[in-house]
């Protein structure tokens, strides 16, 4: 099995089977120019799970992570590309190489915007960015659910490339605005945060618009229990009025009832390397809103576990051990 798919399976199986958790121990997988990092939300701390080979060189814009543990990452060049994260271990390292390796291709409808992309619980990679696109990794098929509105409300230059689609409760939302010009008088767009209607994405609709110093480049949710999220997003908040120099960067969990930022990680500029670089993927917003769940934790009961849900008879008070999990889990 692929080693990193392997690493982000048993992640997601160990996240679905807590019922309820607190912040500790909720870890995030993120993909930055040097691969792919494993987030500690707790501590604050980023660790290396694969270096991505960089030849040839491209930036991937987005990452997506399926239920069945695939990694998918994006590349966009007039035409969008999807590859899947391969790793494989090189003898004498402590840590992983990986590569991306071919999917499928489309080409975009609209050009100069990027995709951002998530999976839902099916399996299926959802990807918004001028336009909304679902792809089915099964059958490797696209489908196109039309354009998005113009959300700039004449005031401002609009882009959708900032994304960070992210699922909660149901629903999908992406952070939305265009790019920054950090130089005196430049242009610099109102983050908005937007809720999808996936059905008919014309009327998706803008739901809050942040301060005019916040730059908000990530956003993501973690689900707690089967109805309780957490939404974090990734800002910088920068000095008024001229909005050039950054006061700070921080990842913050963004209250959906107020939209209040509070932050729980900030980025030290001592150590800047220790921070989330890059797009996030977690493994708690694969679930159906109605949470219900089956784990294999032996698809081929190679442990000698008995029973589709892999239990043990003790009827006869056997003193031998008995594996209840093995290398091949699947989560239903």
Known sequence: MNRIRYYILLLTILSVLVVETSMAGQKVIVNNRHG???FDIQTCMIK???YRDTSPFFWVSDIALTPDGTLYGNFIFNTYYLQRYVSYHVPGTDIDSCYLLFESSIFRLNSGYVMSM???????IVGAGRELFKYFPKTKIWKFYGFFPDFSEGLDNFSYGVGSLTYRAG?????GGGGWDLTPGGNKPIRKL???DTLHPENSKVIHKFEDNILIGG????RNS?????????????ERPERRKALKTALAILDFDTYKLTDVCIKDTLNPDNFILGDVEVPWTILDSDCIITVDLDLDNSSGAIGKLDFADTARCRFDSIYLADIDPEVF
């Open 219 to 222: 956003l993501f949710t973690i």
């Open 194 to 196: 937007i809720k999808i």
């Open 48 to 50: 290396q799970i694969c």
């Open 226 to 238: 089967c109805d309780e999220f957490t939404s974090y997003a990734i800002y910088t908040e920068f």
């Open 118 to 124: 998530t999976s839902n619980a099916k399996g299926e």
């Open 36 to 38: 792919i990092q494993e």
């Open 171 to 175: 629903e999908y939302y992406f952070i």
